[in-house]
């Protein structure tokens, strides 16, 4: 079965700092990967995904991701964290072709402080 | 274009009572899921509609929860019974066929 797995549930960076969030997955076969946010009280926005494409894979707001297949990683990063970043930060794994079933992890709150 | 609009935004019953919720998906978008979010953690599928139709409802709770997507736009989740448990968000997202799914902004459920 499919899994996901962020690595701390808590991230505080400070402003223009690097922006880490870790995503490992356990699949059989290469999957989708995809990263979301969620603000508060909003529901979840679509950052990146990966689709056996080109392995390093870029999104919105300046965050890029890339798919690493011998360390069954998906880390999220950006150069420079803005305050405007905090929130919290889903990783999501489906199966090849599979965009209807989606495994997610439990999610890293990302804080920004000045 | 409009995203997926789900309602009420807020939910606070006492236990054993009955609740729905509302949502409608993007225009056009074929493919609705109901997600169940608990407190720190993802999402997780309650059930998935294709038109109308229910094709994954292998995580919802049949003894208390209930679903339907009568012409194949809007949808409607029912629990009852509610339980102190039930307390969470409830999501929504909508997809065309093998598209990336959008989310609603959520309903927050609290159960006295």
């Known amino acids: 079965a499919q899994s996901v797995t962020q690595l701390g549930s808590h991230v505080s960076v400070s402003e223009g700092a690097l922006v880490l969030l870790r995503c490992n997955y356990s699949?059989?076969?290469?999957?989708?990967l995809f990263w979301y946010v969620q603000y508060p009280n909003q529901g979840l926005q679509l950052l990146l995904k990966y689709t056996s494409a080109a392995t390093l894979v870029k999104g919105i707001n300046g965050f890029e991701a890339e798919f690493k297949k011998s360390e069954t990683s998906f880390h999220l990063t950006k150069p420079s964290a803005h305050m405007s970043d905090a929130a919290e930060y889903f990783c999501a794994v489906s199966e090849p072709g599979g965009y209807n079933k989606l495994i997610f992890g439990a999610g890293t709150r990302l804080a920004v402080h000045p | 274009e409009a995203g997926v609009v789900q309602s009420p935004r807020y939910k606070i019953i006492e236990k054993k009572q009955p609740v729905a919720f509302w949502c409608n998906p993007i225009?056009?978008?074929?493919?609705l899921y109901w997600y169940l979010q608990n407190l720190g953690q993802g999402p997780e599928l309650l059930i998935r509609y294709e038109n109308e139709e229910a094709v994954d409802d292998s995580q919802l709770p049949k003894d208390r929860f209930s679903a339907e997507r009568l012409k194949g736009v809007d949808s409607t989740l029912k629990i009852q019974p509610a339980e102190l448990g039930d307390s969470a968000v409830y999501l929504c997202?909508?997809?065309?066929?093998?598209?990336?799914?959008?989310f609603g902004p959520g309903t927050r459920l609290t159960v006295l």
């Open positions: 997202a909508s997809s065309s066929p093998v598209g990336t799914q959008y």
């Open positions: 225009s056009g978008h074929n493919t």
């Open positions: 699949s059989s076969v290469p999957p989708y």
